[in-house]
């Protein structure tokens, strides 16, 4: 079955540096992936569409200088958090759909997702 | 834009019993797509069930059925004989049929808690 890969984890440091997660889609290739992020005991949020060779597309109210995105090829996208400060503490998930399927009911494919801390 | 509103912050059901959680959409679309997500404490996202909005016949998984209704836009999970690894949140998901990004719209959520 398909598989998403989300890395790292969790993740501690401190407050000021810059974190990087990546998302990779083990076993099938995906023009699009997608970037969330869920508070304790809430539902997750839309952050961004992550586009192959493109430009992210970004919710409504999300910093895209504090939440870089890449998507550098058709398996790996990666949301960088600039400047961490405890707020941006959170659970952040990815999702991808296999490239020539959007039209069709096939589902996103979820990682485990990535716990951030910061001090 | 479109919503999903889940109505039941918290579930319980005993175990081998049936349990129905909620899910109400608002769309002006015709075509789209529905899913149940649960979210154990894991936090891993598990597809549960997908119903196809073109389709009437009602969407079956194992334990697991829905009922679409919709002209009243109502998409409800049905748990049969819940096992105690049913305790977990379980997330209404809406998306549009139209367009290549087609990302997922999620409700507010449903804990669902399984007792002996």
Redesign the interface.
Same mark, same amino acid.
Request: zero cysteines.
């Given at each position: 079955g398909a598989v998403v890969s989300q890395h790292p984890s969790w993740v501690i440091c401190k407050s000021g540096t810059s974190v990087k997660i990546e998302c990779r889609s083990l076993d099938f290739q995906a @023009?699009?992936m +997608?970037w969330y992020r869920?508070f304790p005991?809430?539902? /997750?949020? /839309?952050m961004a @569409?992550s586009n192959e060779g493109s430009k992210a @597309?970004y919710e409504q109210g999300v910093e895209k200088d504090k939440f870089l995105i890449n998507h550098a090829s058709l398996t790996l996208s990666t949301l960088t958090v600039t400047s961490a400060h405890p707020e941006d503490s959170s +659970?952040y998930?990815c999702?991808a759909?296999r490239t020539g399927v959007?039209?069709s009911?096939q589902?996103?494919h +979820?990682g485990?997702?990535t716990r951030l801390s910061i001090l | 834009a479109q919503t999903v509103t889940q109505s039941q912050p918290e579930m319980s059901v005993q175990e081998a019993e049936t349990v129905t959680l909620s899910c109400t959409y608002d769309t002006s679309e015709s075509d789209y797509y529905l899913f149940w997500y649960k979210q154990p404490p894991s936090r891993q996202m598990i597809l549960v069930i997908r119903q196809e909005a073109y389709k009437q016949q009602n969407a079956t998984e194992n334990r697991f059925s829905v009922n679409f209704q919709k002209a009243a836009k109502s998409f409800s999970l049905k748990i049969s004989d819940s096992q105690l690894g049913d305790a977990a949140m379980y997330f209404c998901a809406y998306r549009s049929y139209t367009g290549t990004a087609s990302k997922l719209t999620f409700g507010t959520g449903t804990r669902l808690q399984v007792t002996l």
């Open positions: @023009t699009t +997608f869920q005991k809430q539902s /997750l949020m /839309l @569409t @597309t +659970f998930i999702s759909r959007e039209r009911n589902p996103q +979820f485990d997702g | -």
